[in-house]
């Protein structure tokens, strides 16, 4: 009755903002990621009937009842799936700077789903897991795979089809992804509230899902050149036709600061000296930038001379979430 599992965190290269089913969480459209190596989430789970309640530990720190609903309400889940009826500890702990605002809720429930499901006993399908994964969060379904991966909307109204899966291995496009962190400042609406709150107010938001579907045929076309200037192009546009939907919405969510807009600025100059970098920014202020290994060195040395940016996190595509042997 108890597992132990290691996810890493996933970047979108063609985004999700926006739900088809809020209960079931599917998506509104499909999207793609890269998983990458070096951050990652253990979530040890076990099972034990002498407790009355389930009680979730986040690096080191115990969680009160408020904090951990969303992880007993996937704990409830997988409760009622495998038919188990004891409460577990769970606890899980992320190797990345406390201070980056990297918070990922992707990788932390694909290690929640992998640990939780092996040790209620549930043998699941890689699909039937990024489907469990998904209930905890949209993003989190693409983390149970490594490297390339797409995330589909699905068509069943159960959210079965809702699942991912890996459309390049990690090792057959060795790029390098680099997350300048601009602020460590962890306040800010969620991923949750945010495209809630746009779907309902936002004008633009049915041209959002209706535009993605083209920008993830390109996009899988891209990486199947392994084009990077394709992709990037397209990784680039998602990414600010996102954060133009989020600023149309009533309140407008404006997630960048000062060194999101450097480092862009950045990454538009060095490509205009021929440096093939791209950027992509999420529901925060940390940049993603995406390279080729043999223009690193000078990318790395632009963005850290910025004032915005505190720290470079280096990372590349990586492995699938996976199990921990005892
Ligand atoms: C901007 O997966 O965090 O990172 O399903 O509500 O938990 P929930 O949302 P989440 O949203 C990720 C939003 C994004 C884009 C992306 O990763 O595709």
Redesign the pocket.
Known sequence: MKATAIAHP???LI???G?ADRTL?I?ATG?I?VTVDRLLTKTEVSFDNALDQDIVTLDGNQLDPKEAARVVAFMDLVRKMSGCRWFARVNSINNFPADAGLAS??SA?AALALAASNAAGLKMKPGELSALA?R?????A?SIFGGYVEMHAGTSPNGLDAIANPIAEASSWPLVILIAVTSSDVKRI???DG?NMTAKTSPFFNSWITSTQKDLENMRAGIGARDLARVGELMEHSCLK?HGLMLSARPGLIYWNDGTLQVIETIRRLRRQRQNAYFTV??GPQVKVICEPDHLLRVKEALSRLSGVSRIIETMPGPAARLLED
């Open positions: 996933n970047f979108a985004k999700y903002w739900k969480n998506p999207s990621s809720s992707a429930f998904r905890g969060s949209g993003s989190a693409r969620n991923s949750t495209m996102m999420d529901a």
